[in-house]
């Protein structure tokens, strides 16, 4: 299967972004600025990719965007059921379609014919990396076609049966500046992408604190594992401290492990040590803590959810398997709500690495794909039955 990403906006309609780090109102004239955008959008600067930009007739002209990996050509319609898959409830009036790259597939056939999905409902591929200089890049086939045409076309069909009527397709080899950008509709069409570092949507982003990530890749280091032997030395304390602690550890303990933890975290005394991170893998463990750590994600812009979000991803990469399922279902969680989807599949995918059967991480992965908005998810985070983080006094008293 390819892999899909949602963009910053809140999976819908910009103007329903409830924090304060909103994401800032966009203006684009012409095509050049609008994929000189897509990274900003993204959070990262997409290779071999599709990318869709919706528009709603209630919305505005960038509702909702989402990204895919450049599919293989015998698996092109699926990928386009796939992809517009989400967008069937959402009203979709208008679309830009853009493709990225893809040189090596310029729209013929591939030998092996159409062998339909991948057996078993295999997980989603993590994107190509950067494809460094297009100089001498095959921009067509031998018949003129653009790369992924038959892609274009399926996705076309699929768009056109979702209601939207106003659909452009547009192919450039990188977003990148003065790379060079074609119609699939009118071979007139054509321009020169303006640097996608210096547009003033960069510097809103940039002011706003978000950060745009040179590829998928740089995105995806944020949750990496740490060393294996960092990772197999926890594993063994994490064991050897279950058996001295599960028996004798008050619930009141575990929550004042996490808080000190967060605090720690909005301090900036990251990272912890070995044992902290092991006691922290316990007492995660619990569901009632697990379910007071999702309240911590809101309100995004808060100091207690910037600290959640920064130990989550500490946790992620410290703790081995299946543990490290938990913490980055609760990053993955953390950034659904902020509105960053993409980083929100990355955590989504590190938890179902670590933990397949892990549900909650299933539901909201699932959630994420179908383009469900962060507040129709905000009743997860609102059961802290145990006082984790009421009024964010467990930073303010222990900073």
């Known amino acids: 299967m390819t892999q899909h990403d949602d963009d910053r906006t809140d999976g819908h309609d910009t103007s329903t972004h409830t924090t304060d780090r909103q994401p800032p109102t966009i203006t684009l004239s012409g095509i050049g600025d609008t994929l000189a955008a897509i990274p900003h959008l993204l959070g990262f600067h997409p290779t071999d990719s599709v990318v869709l930009l919706c528009g709603t007739a209630h919305g505005t002209p960038l509702s909702r965007t989402l990204r895919a990996d450049l599919p293989p050509d015998h698996l092109m319609d699926v990928a386009a ?180 933890a967060l605090s720690a975290a909005h301090r900036g005394d990251l990272p912890l040590s070995d044992r902290q991170f092991a006691t922290l893998a316990i007492a995660l463990a619990d569901v009632e803590i697990r379910d007071a750590c999702l309240a911590t994600a809101l309100p995004p812009s808060s100091d207690l959810a910037i600290a959640a979000a920064t130990l989550w991803a500490e946790l992620t990469r410290a703790l081995p398997a299946p543990e490290r399922a938990i913490p980055a279902c609760l990053a993955g969680y953390a950034a659904y709500m902020s509105g960053d989807g993409a980083l929100a599949a990355i955590a989504f995918d590190a938890a179902l690495d670590a933990d397949p059967d892990h549900l909650l991480s299933r539901l909201l992965d699932k959630a994420l794909r179908h383009g469900f908005a962060p507040h129709r998810l905000h009743q997860l985070g609102s059961h802290d039955t145990v006082g984790l983080c009421a009024g964010e006094r467990s930073l303010r008293d222990t900073a």
């Open 81 to 260: 059921h796939d992809i517009t898959a989400s967008l069937v409830d959402d009203g979709v009036s208008s679309a830009l379609l853009v493709i990225i790259g893809g040189e090596d597939d310029a729209g013929g056939d591939d030998a092996g014919g159409d062998d339909g999905p991948e057996a078993g409902g295999a997980r989603r591929t993590g994107a190509q990396e950067a494809d460094g200089a297009t100089g001498g890049a095959r921009e067509t086939d031998t018949n003129g076609e653009l790369p992924c045409a038959r892609l274009v076309a399926a996705l076309r069909r699929e768009l056109d049966a979702t209601g939207a009527t106003d659909v452009a397709a547009y192919w450039v080899p990188q977003l990148a500046a003065e790379a060079r950008y074609r119609s699939y509709d009118d071979p007139a069409l054509t321009g020169v992408m303006p640097d996608p570092a210096s547009s003033q949507l960069a510097a809103e982003f940039a002011s706003r604190g978000y950060v745009t990530y040179g590829s998928r890749a740089e995105l995806a280091a944020l949750l990496a594992p740490d060393s294996e032997p960092r990772v197999a030395r926890r594993a063994e304390l994490i064991e050897s401290l279950r058996a001295d602690m599960s028996a004798v550890w008050p619930l009141a303990t575990r929550v004042a492990a996490v808080r000190d």
